[in-house]
C-alpha cells in the first residue's frame, strides 16, 4: 500500500480547513496508508482524529505576512528549521499533497524526483509572489489543483481546475415573515469587508427595512481592532438590530434564518466556500464582482453581484432585493441547482478519486 502524505497549514475550521478536511475524508477512503501533518491543535485536529489516518502535530513553519512581519527573524528561522525537517519527513513517502502554497517548507524539498507531489493552490498572490511559485512548480514537477479558473488564469502554469464543494446540515426553515435578515459569514479582517457591508446597511438604516444583520466570524488574533471598528461602526444603527456571533463550527442556523447572505469581499476571491454554502441552502447571495465568486454566480438569474468596494452599489442591490424580494423564488431555485450540478461533495468526490488515478 502508498504512503501518502497531507500537508495542512491550520486547525480551526474555517473555509480553507473544511475544504482540507472533505479532501482528505475522500483520499482516507482510497487505497492509501495516510498520514496527515498539521502545525497545532485546535477544532480541526478533532476531525482529523476520527479519520483512518495518522495525525502528526508539528510546527513546520507557515508562510504568513502577519507573522513576517511581527516577527521577520524567528519566523524565517522556524520556516528553515521547517524546511530540513520537511526534507526526512517527505522521504518516508510515496505521494505529498499540499494544501495551499502557504506550506512552503513543504514545496520547497519536493525537488525529491522519485516523489509524486500535489499542490493544491487556493490563493491569488502578487505577481512577484506568483512568478516565485510558477518556479518552484516547475522545478519541482509538481501536479498542480486549483480551486477556480481564475486562479489557474493567474498562475498561468498547467493544472486541473476541481471546485470546491460543501455539505450542509439543513435545518427546518421558520415559518417566513416580513422581516429581512442579511448574513455575513468570514474572517473579520480588511480583505472580507464586514466593514463594507455595515456601512451599507448604516445607510439604509432611516428605511427601517432590515431586521436583523448576523456576523458570523472573528478576527485573527493580534487583530481585534478590527472587531473593535465594527462593534463602534454599529453603534449607529438604530431601527436594524446587529448579532456579533465570534466563530461558529456551525453556522447553519444562521443561513436556515437569513433572507440574504452577501460576500463583499474587497479583495478577489481565489474561489468562495460561503457563496456556495448560501446557495446550498437556497439563500439569495450577493457577492462582490471580482475573483472566483464569479465563476458561481451570474447576476439576476442564481444571485447578483455589485461592483467591488461600491458601498452605494452594494446597497442599490440590497434596496433591490428587498423591494422585489417576494417575486424572486426564481434565484433561489436557480442558485439551488446551481449548487447541486456543481457543488456537492459527490461531484468533488469523483473530481478527487480521478485525480488520483490520473498519477
Given at each position: ?56 502535530i508539528y510546527d513546520f513553519g507557515v508562510l504568513r505576512k502577519s507573522t513576517l512581519r511581527k516577527r521577520p527573524f524567528s519566523e524565517f528561522f522556524k520556516i528553515l528549521k ?61 501536479r498542480i489543483i486549483y480551486n477556480s479558473k481564475t486562479v489557474r488564469d493567474a498562475f498561468n502554469y498547467n493544472g486541473e481546475v476541481i ?197
Amino acid at each position: 500500500m502508498k504512503k501518502i502524505l497531507l500537508i495542512h497549514q491550520g486547525a480551526e475550521l474555517y473555509g480553507s480547513d473544511r475544504s482540507f478536511l472533505t479532501v482528505a475524508e475522500i483520499i482516507c477512503n482510497l487505497n492509501y496508508n495516510v498520514t496527515i501533518i498539521i502545525p497545532e491543535s485546535g477544532p480541526l485536529a478533532e476531525k482529523l482524529n476520527s479519520l483512518n489516518a495518522n495525525l502528526i502535530i508539528y510546527d513546520f513553519g507557515v508562510l504568513r505576512k502577519s507573522t513576517l512581519r511581527k516577527r521577520p527573524f524567528s519566523e524565517f528561522f522556524k520556516i528553515l528549521k521547517g524546511y530540513f525537517w520537511s526534507i526526512k519527513e517527505s522521504q518516508k513517502y510515496d505521494i505529498i499533497y499540499i494544501n495551499t502554497i502557504v506550506n512552503i517548507t513543504f514545496i520547497l524539498p519536493l525537488f525529491n524526483r522519485k516523489l509524486k507531489k500535489i499542490i493544491h493552490v487556493r490563493e491569488l498572490p502578487s505577481k512577484k509572489i506568483l512568478k516565485i511559485f510558477k518556479l518552484l512548480f516547475s522545478l519541482s514537477k509538481s501536479r498542480i489543483i486549483y480551486n477556480s479558473k481564475t486562479v489557474r488564469d493567474a498562475f498561468n502554469y498547467n493544472g486541473e481546475v476541481i471546485y470546491n464543494a460543501v455539505s450542509i446540515k439543513k435545518n427546518l426553515a421558520p415559518p417566513k415573515t416580513n422581516s429581512i435578515n442579511i448574513l455575513f459569514v468570514g474572517r473579520i479582517n480588511d480583505w472580507k469587508g464586514a466593514d463594507l457591508l455595515l456601512d451599507s446597511i448604516v445607510n439604509l438604516d432611516d428605511l427601517s427595512l432590515i431586521d436583523n444583520f448576523f456576523i458570523v466570524g472573528s478576527p485573527y488574533p493580534g487583530q481585534e481592532d478590527n472587531l473593535d471598528k465594527l462593534l463602534k461602526k454599529s453603534k449607529k444603527l438604530n431601527n436594524c438590530k446587529i448579532f456579533f456571533t465570534g466563530f461558529l463550527d456551525d453556522p447553519s442556523t444562521y443561513f436556515t434564518i437569513s433572507d440574504i447572505v452577501v460576500i463583499p469581499s474587497r479583495k478577489p476571491e481565489p474561489f468562495g466556500r460561503v457563496v456556495i454554502e448560501a446557495m446550498a441552502h437556497g439563500k439569495i447571495t450577493v457577492i462582490a464582482n471580482h475573483g472566483g465568486m464569479t465563476e458561481i454566480i451570474t447576476h439576476n438569474c442564481n444571485g447578483f453581484k455589485f461592483n467591488p468596494n461600491s458601498t452605494e452599489d452594494l446597497q442599490k442591490i440590497i434596496l433591490y432585493i428587498i423591494n422585489n424580494y417576494n417575486s424572486l423564488d426564481h434565484i433561489k431555485i436557480n442558485a439551488l441547482n446551481t449548487y447541486n450540478n456543481n457543488f456537492t461533495n459527490k461531484t468533488l468526490e469523483k473530481n478527487i478519486v480521478n485525480f488520483f488515478k490520473s498519477l
